[in-house]
């Protein structure tokens, strides 16, 4: 199969979809790949590099998006629409109940599109927990950033410092990315409350920091406490493929100190907060809304793109190696590939991005036989 691996344009993302280790594996498999020079620059790897690894580069993004498979870090940005072809297997983070216009197109286009987000092993979600781990670790660094009074914060530190009271962090969810914007949080010495549906979850919460995290069920009266009691509020709770739950409603937010800040790390499905209308970028993370500041980038780990790159690509060659070898027969040969298919044959075969448009769900299976 040719493998395409175009460079990311998103603002400011500066991850690439394949390290030039993973080229070689593809290369050593009999595959051809194509990729574009200067794709891998920003995650500290060159052109040379892919080109010892086997890889053939391409100066232009059409030459690459020619390949029979394209794999990527983000979501196609409107002008790599036209590059779309009827058969093209593209193999990416998608978040499409939150991309109306996305969806339609890839649909009319006839590309196979393979969200990453969706892919389900075991009830948990592998190619998203690599990058839920970065983010929730970064949600802290940017929250404690923001509460900066030279950034518009209310002045105040995340940690321990002996005489003064303790800053508050509250989490909302308690998955992945909570648990490790719980331990960044909890070990700079905040006073850390997790909120989660799961009392079995919050039971092991419980344990991994020793009791010394307050763990609570979560309903709007414990969400509004915790919101109106927060410096810093990080949220990440989603649903896979569909809109993110609203659970901070706006007069939540007006209950907060001014300067206090919050982290939507759920906007690229839509958001947790109400007052999270939009995402932003790495070149302009924040707005003020009620006085609070809303960090709302919708590729944190674009920030960090070397641990990313290298994390993200550990989890997601496997599944490329299987579309690679047999297409997207690989889908009825492995159920976390078959859960990853959100369109297919012009047809939308994730029922939560159906839903979340009014469109029209197939059953994979039904185009699969």
């Known amino acids: 199969m040719i493998i395409g691996v175009p460079k ?14 993973n080229v070689k594996v593809l290369v050593d498999d009999g595959h051809t790949v194509l990729v574009q020079s200067q794709a891998g620059v920003g995650s500290n790897f060159n052109d040379q590099a892919y080109e010892e690894a086997g890889a053939k580069i391409e100066t232009s993004p059409a030459d690459v998006w020619k390949a029979q498979m394209v794999v990527k870090v983000k979501e196609p940005q409107e002008e790599e629409y036209d590059y779309f072809y009827d058969g093209l297997i593209l193999f990416t983070y998608l978040h499409l109940a939150n991309e109306e216009k996305l969806t339609k197109v890839l649909a009319d286009k006839g590309v196979t599109a393979i969200a990453y987000e969706t892919m389900v092993k075991n009830g948990k979600l592998p190619l998203l927990t690599p990058m839920s781990e970065v983010a929730g670790k970064m949600a802290v660094q940017a929250g404690t950033k923001f509460l900066e009074k030279i950034n518009g914060g209310k002045g105040v530190l995340i940690g321990a410092v002996p005489t003064v009271k303790r800053s508050k962090v509250g989490i909302i969810g308690g998955g992945v ?89 759920a906007i690229d499905q839509g958001g947790n907060v109400e007052t999270s209308t939009h995402p932003t970028l790495h070149s302009d993370p924040v707005y003020i809304k009620h006085g609070v500041i809303h960090y709302a980038v919708a590729n944190i780990p674009g920030a960090v793109p070397r641990t990313s790159t290298i994390a993200l690509t550990n989890s997601t060659l496997q599944y490329a190696r299987h579309l690679a070898n047999d297409g997207i027969q690989a889908a009825k040969e492995d159920q976390t590939i078959y859960t990853g298919v959100n369109v297919y044959q012009g047809k939308v075969t994730n029922e939560a991005v159906a839903h979340a448009f009014d469109l029209e769900y197939t059953e994979l299976n039904r185009l699969l036989d």
């Open 8 to 21: 990311e344009i998103k603002n400011l993302e500066n991850r690439v979809a394949l390290t030039p280790d």
């Open 177 to 265: 990315v909570g648990e490790n914007a719980a331990k960044v949080a909890h070990g700079m010495g905040a006073s850390v409350t997790i909120l989660d549906l799961n009392p079995e979850r919050l039971s092991e919460l419980d344990n991994i920091f020793n009791g010394q995290v307050e763990t609570l069920i979560s309903n709007p009266t414990t969400i509004a406490n915790t919101v109106k009691e927060s410096d810093l509020i990080i949220t990440g709770v989603l649903v896979p493929g569909a809109k993110a739950p609203v659970l901070i409603t706006e007069e939540m937010v007006k209950s907060m100190d001014e300067g206090s800040v919050i982290v939507d790390i």
